[in-house]
């Protein structure tokens, strides 16, 4: 009887260790674009700064939400550092076409010169942003002339807050003209309270609400949201480049379709 108790206990604690691990242990992917992303992320070719980044950005589950897929034709709108750039590149190698716009130049010739023809730039004359006022970091957009009309899915990766709200509404236009129909365009940003007016604390923050009713006036239909990105210690009071927060701030996930 002792024995058997013995047993019934360990069993108890086993199933529940598994359970925990269940629990948080990353869910496997559901594609096959989402395997590819999976297999980078083991590599040993990424540096220890992507790697720490995996955690926070879940790059697997977020490219998986959006429908990437093997053979897409994808526009990256400015790289920056080049996180996403990289498992893009990787994930849609063989098959697949990766085209940066704005500030895009550097990052394809250095995959081209490894062999990654499906990495190219955009022309740089084809976007036209200029600094708005004395605000550092805002820019307005004054021309955007893309002669693509045939993406499959358009991602932007905390770059939209850097755009000013008088000329977003011209880049989500232009995004709509590069998609094909049923294409996808996919947001990422800051998080800022409902109608909260700027402050110098969160002029990197953007209300979802207004995105939202912003790139559905440029005729996309919403299709979800994620709370992938959300965040429930950041309290949407301070600048997302704070120590506190940074790199967990909260996050806007949104995904659109082109009827």
Not at 30 to 51: D, F, I, K, N, P
Not at 214 to 237: M, N, T
Request: a positive charge; glycine letters at 6%; aromatic letters at 10%.
């Amino acid at each position: 009887m002792k024995t058997r108790l013995v047993m019934n206990i360990a069993l108890c604690i086993i199933l529940a260790s598994t359970a925990a691990r269940a629990q948080f242990t990353p869910p496997q992917p559901a594609t096959e674009a989402g395997r590819r992303v999976q297999a980078l992320l083991s590599s040993e070719v990424r540096s220890a700064a992507a790697r720490e980044s995996d955690s926070y950005r879940k790059p697997v589950a977020t490219l998986e939400f959006f429908g990437l897929e093997p053979g897409m034709k994808v526009i990256e709108f400015i790289p920056a550092g080049g996180y996403y750039t990289e498992i893009l590149a990787h994930a849609l190698a063989g098959d697949g076409e990766l085209q940066l716009l704005g500030y895009g130049a550097n990052a394809a010739a250095d995959y081209q010169g490894r062999g990654m023809r499906h990495v190219k730039a955009i022309a740089p004359d084809t976007l036209a942003l200029t600094q708005a006022g004395s605000q550092f970091g805002i820019f307005t957009l004054e021309k955007i002339e893309v002669p693509i009309r045939d993406a499959d899915l358009f991602l932007t990766f905390r770059n939209l807050h850097n755009i000013s709200e008088a000329t977003r509404p011209l880049l989500h236009r232009a995004v709509f003209n590069m998609l094909k129909r049923g294409a996808i365009y996919g947001i990422i940003d800051h998080t800022k309270r409902h109608n909260e007016p700027d402050t110098q604390e969160t002029w990197r923050r953007l209300d979802p609400v207004k995105v939202i009713k912003e790139v559905e006036a440029a005729g996309f239909e919403f299709v979800d949201y994620s709370g992938l990105h959300y965040r429930p210690d950041d309290e949407l009071k301070y600048d997302t480049t704070r120590p506190s927060i940074n790199r967990y701030s909260d996050r806007f996930t949104l995904k659109f379709r082109k009827p």
